[in-house]
């Protein structure tokens, strides 16, 4: 965890909203698979590593501020 610690939080926020919106054309990947979801058609697990990816910096970045809250 003081790995997660080290890491700067603008950096960390900048790189959270480029994953989260990339590509940012035709549309963004995390808006595309939750229509799937949604759908039902996210079953292939290249689609649900793919959300996992984009949805990692967010993960590491509320780690860390629920971590900088408790102290």
């Known amino acids: 965890m003081n790995l997660i610690d080290k890491i700067?939080?603008?950096?960390?926020?900048?790189?959270?909203?480029?994953?989260?919106?990339?590509p940012f054309s035709p549309q963004p990947h995390l808006l595309e698979k939750f229509n799937m979801l949604m759908a039902g058609t996210l079953v292939k697990p290249i689609d649900i590593f793919d959300v996992f990816w984009h949805l990692l910096p967010g993960i590491i970045l509320a780690i860390k501020l629920v971590r900088a809250r408790k102290m």
């Open 8 to 22: 700067p939080t603008p950096g960390l926020i900048a790189v959270t909203l480029l994953m989260a919106l990339a």
